[in-house]
């Protein structure tokens, strides 16, 4: 198969240094690509959100199958225009991406089809929105309803802090379209936990659990970033939890999209609560992302053993039913490494060195988020977040050891890291 993968941070490395391993696959492209993913695909200069010139792209290269990475292509609707050229691809249609690509479409489908998730209100006039936080009041959560990068979202601990949330979004419009709506709903306290699952429109098949670190310093403090490092599995999701999100939710939420006339094929990857209760820990649904995440992609290909491709083929053709994947016992841990600043400005074009050292180590893969080579052939970091280093070892810790041996070969100033990454699972002995 001619295989095209659509992105260019840590999640489509992962996916292609997976993708490229498998003896199904011919000939490996990805577009835009970066420095690291140059190394398993020829990279094609075509952004992401770029959807003609990547259907002009996928037909004229005859390409077999196309994996889309990123959500902002999902909903604009990449699928769609790519399965009416001909090309079979991976990843829901504009009206399934809905699920993440509107915070309130996913909460109104929870209601309607007995989802557990965080009691809510959605709000297109900001004078209802205030009146409803002043009549709840804090701690309380203000989202956006669209598409914000990751950024949309206010944990508010006072009503105050809710208050100014609304104002950027809906007065400032600091996230243009996206902010016209808010979803208002209530705090949730307990411990976040990620939770994957194939989908091929009937059947969902359920990957392993992952945890990430959101906050951008040591001791889960300082700003939210778009995750600063993870690991696999997560411990706080037993088989009898993960038994329970499937039944309460991704199965539920499978039927309800297919009833609604959006029938969902990719990959739900649903952000989860695992709240204290009365009868013992309980998950609830914080969010549907309808892609991998980013970094729990990395851990999770560095933890499967099976081959990839059938599978992400097997959910667009609709025959997960006959499937079943392997994975590693050992657990998989990613430690970010992000330019200085971030995520708040950081400068871009800073020289990466030492990256051949750390890659020799053992079962550790560096995956490229943020990175372009120079001409003359430097490795540059170009985002914020930047470098995915990951290792898979018998236990966290001894995969957390593994990962720091590595980003400690690695020399670039100019960037940061977290240095307690797996402290939860580590803590729990």
Not at 71 to 81: F, K, N, S, T
Not at 263 to 283: C, H, K, N, Q, S
Not at 289 to 318: C, H, I, W, Y
Request: with cysteine; proline share 6%.
């Amino acid at each position: 198969m001619k295989v095209l993968v659509v992105g260019s941070g840590g999640r489509e490395h992962a996916l292609c240094w997976a993708i490229a391993a498998s003896p199904l696959c011919d000939k490996l492209y990805c577009a835009p690509g970066n420095a690291g993913i140059g190394r398993e695909a020829e990279c094609v200069p075509i952004k992401a959100d770029d959807l003609d010139g990547i259907v002009r792209f996928a037909t004229s290269n005859a390409i077999d199958f196309v994996v889309v990475g990123p959500e902002q292509p999902l909903v604009l609707g990449l699928v769609d225009r790519l399965e009416a050229a001909g090309i079979k691809t991976f990843g829901p249609t504009a009206a399934a991406a809905a699920l993440e690509g509107s915070k309130g479409f996913m909460k109104d489908l929870c209601a309607k089809y007995g989802i557990p998730t965080a009691a809510y209100g959605r709000f297109t006039d900001a004078a209802a929105a205030r009146d409803f936080v002043r009549e709840r009041g804090a701690p309380i959560v203000v989202k956006v309803d669209g598409l914000a990068a990751g950024k949309g979202v206010t944990i508010a601990r006072t009503v105050e802090e809710a208050l100014a949330a609304i104002d950027e979004a809906m007065v400032d419009a600091r996230f243009g379209s996206a902010g016209t709506e808010l979803v208002i709903e209530e705090f949730l306290d307990g411990e976040e936990v990620s939770f994957f699952a194939l989908v091929d429109g009937t059947t969902a098949l359920p990957l392993v659990s992952a945890q990430d670190h959101k906050a951008a310093f040591d001791g889960d403090t300082g700003p939210n970033t778009g995750g600063m490092g993870a690991y696999s599995p997560a411990p706080v999701m037993t088989p009898a939890l993960e038994a329970r999100v499937m039944r309460e939710m991704i199965e539920p939420t499978v039927r309800g999209m297919a009833a609604e006339g959006r029938p969902f094929r990719g990959v739900l990857f649903a952000g989860l609560m695992i709240v204290d209760t009365p009868e013992g820990p309980a998950p609830k649904l914080l969010e549907y992302n309808t892609r991998f995440g980013d970094p729990e992609t990395q851990v999770l290909m560095k933890r499967l053993m099976s081959d990839v491709l059938p599978a992400l083929v097997a959910s667009r053709d609709g025959v997960l039913k006959n499937l079943q994947l392997r994975w590693y016992d050992d657990s998989a841990l990613c430690v970010v490494m992000a330019a200085r600043g971030y995520p708040g400005d950081y400068r871009k074009g800073t020289e990466i060195q030492g990256l051949d050292e750390a890659g020799v180590l053992p079962d550790v893969s560096i995956f490229h988020a943020g990175t372009v080579l120079s001409a003359d052939g430097h490795v540059l970091a170009d985002g914020g977040r930047v470098l995915g280093v990951t290792a898979i070892a018998p236990t966290v810790r001894d995969a957390q050891s593994l990962a720091y041996e590595a980003v400690d070969r690695i020399h670039w100033p100019e960037g940061f890291c977290r240095r307690d990454i797996g402290w939860r699972a580590i803590g729990r002995g």
